[in-house]
């Protein structure tokens, strides 16, 4: 691990001015992604994490919104970063892919037309170089009978499709980075797993990292290397895969995997979580769980910092509690 | 081809509903009787059943539907009820192409207006040019065509004439082939006025179109694809967005050069299909509204296929149905 | 406990499709099932399979094109709208969009209240005190009755959804994805409010849903749809732990596994290709272009839904029952 991280992001931050004051959407996120390293990151909806990625790549088109923090992409600041600079980076050093496969392409421009202008924005290359570089990486990513689907429209693709296009597309120019956001949500679970193995697959071949950020633990599971928990534009808990979701250390994380109704685990009650996510506008000091958490403490109403509470390296957390209870306090709620 | 055949047989079946309808409301409606018209006030009943007769109001409602249609079309020498001997066809040959200079003139000023107006308000949204645009537009919408094309008359022909808009011809109307600088000169306020209205609503509605298009997760995908804000708003957001401006534009096209244009007709002088048909129904005038009716289905209808066309030329998703 | 209280015969839903591909398809295609009383019945599919379409077939809010329904013994499947009423108070829906399934503009106590009103089930003070009792049974404060659906989250408009559902003491609830749009802590809470408003009125569930960890989590016994059929259905637990047809097989192995956790030993099935649209279903087993383990007779031949052990499946070459896992399981 002597090299240099690919993407180090320290104490990112995103506020929205509203009528009732400012929310903060991400509340000091630090992380790193190393090279060829896939990263999950997952949270409930309005937990920011994709909120923090949007800011990172200046896709917040809010105006009401202010990003502050560093993120240091192969040395180089994101944040602030101007316009047509980012736009070198955006879609070739960087690409995303997005969760709704159905409007996240032009709908008046065929598959072929939107890769080759993916290309050609970044590459000096001829149209038809380009054309039939789509057509390999349509082909490459699974489409069937490549050269002629090159040439349809988005509407005659189904869901899965789809993504595979937006994903031949984000790959067009080798991004040493794909930030995923949900990119398997709103498919069916027999093509989510296709769409999971292609990028499990592109991303042994081409080395790039990837962040995948998903609400769903089993889609951690299945291609992150490192996972952080977000909870109310914070991370709770950061660590390898199997660290978290084997022994996960935060009670919010406890809850997330109690919730989730297992198969071969019929007629168990869940584990819940009581209550509601803290809303915009809710105290927003301390740590935002501690209205939910069962083990709330007088502490609580500070901020705890994300830091090592086990044995195991690399493995941190944002809670109060003493490191040699959590196991037995983990029982407890099971 | 199968398409074109389609279009052009429903356009001839709403056609000849339209010409039904109207002769029916002319001759069936109660109290109404074109030989009383015809034969001046108190005329005697002799008098009555001789304009009848030589009308040829006096068969059954078809025959004379047929009549009707046969001299409109075939014989084309149908005149008119009021102005005895004025032949039909040969006075909408000589409105039409006033109409058709102003309206033609005019959508392309406004197409320049609306589009330019949208593109502009919405590249400078968050800045003070978008809603000056927006208030320039809804002026533009509010501002009636006669009481500014009235104001522009009385500017250019009696206030200003001496001075600034001394090059500013009389009100009247100019054949194309007989002098085009002219033509052009004695339309050019007409056009403007026209231009206005249109312009003002074209720029509104394009600019509604775009900015829910530049909220669509595809400009996302576009901006992280590292496309220019220019790129994006040109070929990604505007595509989509010109589906109801264009047919908001074949309905304004078919229904201003059908007539709709009158009050910017009357106020410039213009003797176009608008004043014409307004003429007409002031008369009770069967032949010529009858004529003018037609004309001004036709071109509803024909704007609207022309529409459909172009519809399927901007949005692919169109073309399968 | 065994009273058959819901039964579908093969029923059929077609729908008239128009434009180019013009033509009819039949979303469901022959389904016939049992719900019987104080049970679970999972439906589970993926968009497509007709699951939903055939949940509105059960409850009537879709005319069946051919087939039966019978509810608490009686057809309904003819009855005219007049005579579906008493029917309809005991046979209720709750839908998946939380945020389009209730008025915006009524008040979250008329909305529980307006069935009662609709059937007239008793004065205004006694309709008054019902809604209260209901949104308390469901998690709420009955203070919260005057407030408008924008003012609750996902899940609580989940939740006002049910109590809605619950009003005229229905027997049975036909819930379509009630908990697809939610978050997984509010989901879990969703899912234990239905299973205690099950034990407290023995209410009987139809549970659609495309997500097989949840459906199986909820249900007795479950059916698994695909392209408008059932192919297979069988006891929730044996359905997991043994499947007998590869699409549900498929399906099982599709869902993400948690690192590390202990899973019946089960090769990876990943399906080639999509769902084939309902409109030109391939001939014979609708899976067969699908399917692993297809041979000739799966090309010509329909496989129908045999009874075998207790599960149900349509399948010429069914996976063996596996014995050793079933019996880990029931442990």
């Not at chain 1, 089993?218 to 992150?224: D, K, L, N, T, Y």
């Not at chain 2, 018209?37 to 304009?51: F, I, K, M, N, Y």
């Not at chain 3, 959804?161 to 229905?170: D, K, M």
Request: glycine fraction near 8%; aromatic fraction near 6%.
């Amino acid at each position: 691990m002597t090299a240099a991280p690919l993407l180090e992001v320290d104490d990112l931050r995103v506020a929205f001015r509203t009528r009732d004051g400012v929310v903060n959407a991400v509340n000091g996120l630090s992380f790193t992604v190393g090279r060829g390293e896939v990263l999950g990151i997952v949270g409930e909806s309005g937990s920011g994490k994709s909120m923090a990625m949007y800011s990172m790549m200046g896709l917040l088109d809010n105006p009401n919104a202010t990003v502050a923090g560093s993120a240091l992409f192969e040395g180089t600041e994101l944040i602030g970063m101007p316009l047509p600079k980012l736009n070198r980076l955006r879609g070739s050093s960087i690409a995303m892919i997005f969760q709704d496969p159905m409007t996240a392409l032009t709908p008046v421009y065929t598959v072929g037309w939107q890769i080759v202008e993916q290309i050609r924005t970044h590459e000096k290359v001829s149209s038809q170089a380009a054309w039939k570089r789509a057509v390999e990486l349509l082909d490459e990513v699974g489409i069937p009978d490549a050269a002629r689907r090159a040439k349809a429209y988005p509407h005659e693709f189904s869901g899965g499709m789809r993504q595979r296009v937006m994903i031949a597309m984000s790959l067009a120019c080798h991004p040493s980075l794909l930030i995923a956001d949900e990119p398997t949500t709103a498919l069916d679970v027999t093509t989510q797993r296709q769409i999971l193995e292609l990028i499990r697959d592109l991303q042994a071949k081409y080395g790039s990292s990837v962040i995948m950020i998903t609400h769903d633990m089993g889609v951690i599971s299945e291609i992150a290397d490192r996972v952080i928990v977000m909870y109310a534009g914070r991370a709770v808990e950061l660590g390898g895969k199997s660290q978290v979701v084997r022994s996960p250390r935060h009670p919010y994380t406890w809850g997330l995997l109690g919730a989730i109704p297992r198969p071969g685990q019929r007629g168990r009650r869940l584990a819940t979580i009581p209550g509601l996510p803290p809303g915009p506008h809710d105290d927003q000091t301390g740590c935002p769980f501690r209205s939910r958490c069962r083990f709330a403490m007088d502490e609580c109403s500070e901020m705890p910092p994300l830091r090592a509470t086990g044995d195991a390296a690399g493995h941190l957390d944002a809670c109060w509690l003493p490191g040699d209870t959590r196991e037995s306090l983990r029982e407890e709620i099971a | 081809m199968l398409f074109v055949a389609k279009r052009l047989g429903s356009a001839l079946l709403v056609m000849f509903a339209i010409s039904i309808v109207v002769f029916l409301i002319f001759f069936a409606t109660p109290g109404v009787d074109p030989a009383a018209r015809l034969a001046g006030r108190g005329a005697s009943p002799e008098v009555l059943s001789q304009v009848r007769h030589a009308f040829g109001f006096d068969q059954p409602l078809p025959v004379r539907y047929v009549l009707m249609m046969d001299h409109l079309f075939v014989t084309r020498d149908l005149t008119s009820y009021v102005n005895i001997g004025d032949k039909v066809v040969p006075q909408i040959m000589q409105a039409a192409p006033v109409t058709l200079s102003l309206v033609l003139g005019a959508a392309i000023i406004w197409i320049v207006l609306g589009l330019g107006g949208g593109i502009l308000a919405t590249r400078f949204r968050g800045s003070v040019v978008d809603p000056i645009i927006m208030v320039i537009g809804i002026a533009a919408v509010s501002l009636p065509a006669y009481w500014v094309g009235e104001v522009v008359n009385l500017i250019t022909q009696d206030r200003l004439h001496d001075t600034v808009f001394s090059w500013v011809p009389p009100l009247g109307y100019v054949p194309f082939a007989q002098n085009p600088g002219q033509w052009a000169l004695h339309l050019l306020f007409p056009w403007l006025t026209l231009a206005l209205l249109y312009g003002g609503i074209y720029a509104r509605v394009l600019r509604a179109e775009l900015v829910t298009a530049m909220g669509e997760d595809y400009v996302r995908t576009g901006r992280a694809k590292g496309l220019s804000e220019r790129r994006i708003l040109w070929r990604h957001a505007l595509r989509g967005s010109l589906s109801p401006v264009v047919s908001l534009f074949g309905l304004d096209l078919g229904s201003l050069i059908g007539g709709a244009a009158l009050l910017t007709e009357v106020v410039f002088g213009l003797p176009g299909i608008g004043k014409l048909t307004w003429d007409s129904l002031q008369n009770l005038d069967l032949p010529v509204i009858m004529a003018c009716v037609l004309y001004a289905a036709f071109f509803v209808v024909a704007a609207n296929a022309i529409v459909d066309l172009l519809y399927a030329v901007i949005d692919p998703r169109v073309r399968r149905a | 406990m065994s009273d058959t209280i819901l039964r579908a015969n093969d029923v059929v839903k077609q729908f008239a499709l128009r434009g180019r591909h013009r033509g009819t398809i039949k979303a469901v295609d022959g389904v016939s099932l049992e719900v019987k009383a104080g049970e679970t019945l999972g439906i589970v599919g993926e968009s497509g399979c007709g699951k939903s379409t055939f949940g509105q077939c059960l409850t009537r809010l879709l005319d069946v094109t051919s087939g039966t329904i019978e509810f608490e013994g009686t057809d309904i499947s003819g009855l005219s709208r007049r005579q579906l009423r008493p029917i309809r108070s005991r046979l209720q829906m709750v839908f998946q969009d939380p945020y389009s399934s209730l008025n915006p503009r009524m008040r979250v106590g008329d909305i529980v209240a307006e069935p009662m009103r609709i059937h007239k089930t008793g004065d205004r003070r006694a309709i008054q005190n019902r809604v209260a009792d209901l949104l308390e049974r469901v998690g709420f404060d009955a203070s919260m009755a005057g407030r408008f659906p924008h003012e609750f989250s996902g899940g609580q408009r989940q939740r006002i959804g049910i109590a809605r559902a619950l009003a005229l003491n229905p027997s049975v609830l036909v819930a379509d994805e009630p908990v697809s749009a939610l978050d997984v802590s509010v989901q879990a809470q969703v899912l234990n409010l239905l299973a205690d408003l099950q034990d407290e009125f023995g209410l009987t569930y139809v549970f659609i849903a495309h997500d097989l960890g949840v459906v199986e989590h909820v249900s007795d016994r479950v059916a698994v749809m695909y392209l408008g059929e059932i192919v297979e259905l069988a006891d929730a637990g044996e359905l997991y732990a043994s499947p007998a047809h590869h699409y549900t097989a498929a399906l099982l192995s599709a869902i993400p596994q948690l690192d590390g956790e202990a899973e019946p030993e089960r090769e990876r099935i990943v399906l080639t290709g999509d769902v084939p649209s309902p409109a030109n279903k391939p001939s014979g087993c609708p899976f067969h272009p699908r399917c692993p383990a297809a041979t000739e007779i799966c090309r010509t031949e329909h496989p129908v839904l045999r009874e075998e052990d207790g599960r149900a499946v349509a399948c010429h070459h069914p996976l063996p029952l596996r014995v050793l896992s079933r019996v880990e399981h029931r442990a």
